[in-house]
């Protein structure tokens, strides 16, 4: 289980499932429980994630190779069709991704940001909010710069 201060507890109001490419439970806030499952698996359960689109975040894999990326956008216009709107991803490359497919984007962990730089060089790319890297501290997470949210 994520830290409750990380970025999809902070969700917890909007969304009820994140939907990354591990299937694994990832937060329990007391308000509402986020399942993680592959991007193939709401695909898959079509008309369940059709009545709860607005509460899905889609989660790219953290890997994305040149030769995924026909097949990864293409499952990023079905879910769009779904009415799917918001996607995470811990890969610069998925950031573009998500952008073309007009997602609204949530940075991951794998981003690893630990500086202000790094902060104003993502919220440029239209990230929404995005989790810092945990190897920051509680003092150097407070001291970074930038109005992204985190």
């Given at each position: 289980m994520k830290d409750p201060n990380s970025y999809y507890a902070e969700s917890a109001r909007e969304?009820?499932?994140?939907?990354n490419a591990y299937g694994e439970q990832e937060v329990d806030t007391g308000i509402r429980v986020y399942d993680e499952l592959e991007i193939?698996?709401?695909?898959?359960?079509?008309?369940?994630?059709?009545?709860?689109?607005?509460?899905?975040i889609a989660e790219l894999p953290e890997l994305i190779y040149p030769d995924d990326e026909v097949k990864i956008q293409e499952?990023?216009?079905?879910?769009?069709?779904?009415?799917?709107t918001h996607g995470s991803t811990g890969n610069?490359?998925?950031?573009?991704?998500?952008?073309?497919?007009?997602?609204t984007?949530?940075?991951a962990h794998g981003l690893n940001i630990?500086?202000?730089?790094?902060?104003d060089?993502?919220?440029s790319q239209g990230l929404r909010d995005t989790v810092i890297s945990f190897e920051l501290s509680e003092k150097n997470i407070k001291s970074l710069g930038n109005d992204l949210p985190r």
């Open positions: 969304f009820d499932f994140v939907i193939d698996e709401i695909l898959k359960n079509e008309a369940e994630a059709t009545k709860i689109n607005r509460r899905i499952k990023l216009g079905l879910l769009r069709a779904m009415g799917i610069v490359g998925g950031i573009r991704l998500l952008r073309e497919a007009d997602f984007i949530h940075g630990t500086n202000t730089n790094a902060l060089f993502y919220k």
